[in-house]
């Protein structure tokens, strides 16, 4: 099989740059830490603004695809100390700035500022904050590698901060730090229908990280509790589908006293179906049917048996979605309640969390086509694999075929340059072995080196200013490598996680980091 040194050469040219440029440096002592992102042009490290105040992050919920990279690097090459650097930030976190609880100083709403004064970093440690994760999806096998016991007591100190009532899994994305420790998986659980009034928001993303790190500490440890409530967890969001379409959910719950969303904005037109957990924005597809559909893949994959449950409720959903949200002739992802009742611009009288009038279709982007070609290769379903078809043609990818292998006319010409397309091609040539598919993934590595890689970093174009340690292009390119070189158990496999900060930055009030830097392109 021929080989391409380009891949391997621009991952390690982008890792070489991430570990030369993106170290800490910054504060009154030197750390293992990484910083989230690098301007590209002058090499400053990215920043929050808060109060006229720059911190620089680094929040080590956001670098879990790299470290993934790092170790599949250092698996490729040979060369230990790619890997090393993972396990050192690991660590670090471990020994210096774990909570008496067992969480760890990272998530959505908390990152170490490493320009900060020792007297400011020992208070940092201890001071209030919220834990929040949502589809970060954690490299736990390497945190247990490093640390067994403190990433089991994370895991646990995770469910215990996060579930608000155990007898229905009322939880909340947001968690406290320090909590005692309570009963945990000998809690009794109860159930009840879905939509019950409760305290929080039992949105999937967070739900998804809470049924992970409770299906990989079963794993690890044969925790026969740990696997039953990530099993119930899961199933709450499956109780919540519409019964007749097998739509949904984002959540199972709603907000006491009519506080609901999309009751607030959509209830005088649609009555007891306007409910957020009914609700299928294009917003929420992605989450629920990329991120959160990848997870629960992941899960079977890594329980074989056990977790059979998982890739069938999955299966399910997919199937659902293929068949009343999407349609293939234009690639396009229907603004929809879960009983199949369209939001159309008529009925959208009124602004309110969602946005305002109207909310439009959107087009289905390869996050969905990787994860329907995922979801084909576990299940072998033909509803999934024309699905994916649909998708492949609506990106620009040509005709994957009538089946595996079969029929294939991939454009060869195409200008997608999405890794996820990438990641879904390796799918269907995992399942066949055609060339055709690799030949097309090598395409798709060739689109993102040539219109992706700026500067020695990995950007959404040459426009933006920003890059981001955490970008999934490397980890595509690096798992296209190691499927050229048949060393595919050397790269820890790609399970969808999400990086980002959310909170309050000077100019835009309380805003997620892709629009202050991310976004941020050259005038």
């Not at 500022?113 to 020792?118: A, G, H, V, W």
């Not at 049917?289 to 997870?295: D, K, Q, V």
Request: charged share 25%.
């Amino acid at each position: 099989m021929q080989m391409n040194k380009r891949y391997m050469k621009t991952v390690i040219e982008f890792v070489d740059n991430v570990l030369e440029y993106g170290c800490d440096k910054y504060g009154v002592e030197r750390t293992p830490l990484l910083v989230d992102g690098l301007n590209v042009d002058t090499l400053e490290p990215v920043y929050w603004l808060h109060n006229g105040k720059k911190s620089i992050i680094s929040n080590l919920a956001n670098q879990q695809n790299f470290f993934r990279l790092l170790v599949g690097l250092s698996n490729l090459t040979g060369e230990p100390r790619y890997k090393q650097v993972a396990v050192d930030a690991t660590t670090y976190h471990f020994n210096e700035l774990l909570r008496s609880c067992g969480l760890l100083q990272w998530g959505g709403h908390r990152f170490v500022p490493l320009n900060i004064s020792k007297a400011e970093k020992e208070a940092f440690k201890n001071e209030p904050s919220t834990h929040e994760l949502k589809c970060n999806h954690p490299y736990y096998e390497l945190m247990w590698e490093i640390n067994p016991k403190a990433t089991e007591n994370f895991i646990k100190a995770l469910w215990n901060s996060h579930i608000l009532d155990w007898s229905n899994l009322d939880m909340n994305r947001h968690g406290d730090y320090d909590l005692p420790m309570g009963e945990l998986w000998d809690n009794e659980y109860i159930g009840g229908e879905p939509f019950f009034e409760g305290k929080g928001l039992t949105f999937i993303n967070i739900g998804s990280d809470l049924i992970y790190a409770a299906a990989f500490l079963n794993k690890v440890t044969g925790d026969e509790g740990a696997l039953r409530w990530s099993k119930r967890l899961a199933y709450r969001y499956v109780e919540a589908r519409d019964p007749n379409t097998k739509l949904g959910a984002y959540q199972y719950s709603q907000l006491s006293n009519g506080r609901d969303r999309a009751k607030l904005q959509f209830g005088p037109e649609f009555g007891e179906v306007a409910l957020e957990g009914r609700f299928i924005p294009p917003r929420y597809t992605y989450i629920i049917y990329g991120n959160s559909a990848t997870i629960h893949m992941r899960i079977a994959e890594m329980l074989g048996e056990s977790g059979q449950e998982f890739l069938n409720w999955t299966h399910e959903g997919l199937a659902a979605y293929g068949k009343y949200a999407y349609d293939p002739q234009t690639n396009m992802r229907r603004v929809l309640f879960t009983d199949g009742t369209p939001l159309t611009p008529d009925k959208h009288k009124r602004d309110g969390y969602y946005g305002k009038p109207p909310l439009e279709s959107q087009p289905a982007g390869p996050i969905l086509f990787f994860s329907y070609a995922l979801a084909h290769r576990l299940t072998g379903d033909d509803e999934l694999w024309n699905t994916a078809k649909a998708i492949a043609r609506g990106n620009g990818l040509g005709d994957i075929g009538r089946a595996p292998g079969i029929g294939v006319n991939i454009n060869m010409e195409t200008d997608n340059s999405d890794p996820h397309s990438l990641f879904g091609l390796l799918e269907f040539y995992r399942t066949s072995k055609k060339e055709e598919y690799l030949e097309a993934a090598r395409k798709i590595g060739d689109n993102i080196i040539q219109e992706r890689f700026y500067n020695g970093f990995f950007v959404p174009s040459k426009a933006h200013i920003n890059a981001k340690v955490d970008a999934i292009e490397p980890l595509a390119l690096l798992t296209l490598e190691a499927t050229i070189r048949n060393m595919n158990e050397g790269v820890p496999p790609y399970c969808a996680g999400r990086a980002f900060n959310h909170g309050i930055y000077d100019g835009y009030g309380r805003v997620f980091d892709r629009i202050p830097i991310w976004s941020k392109t050259r005038k």
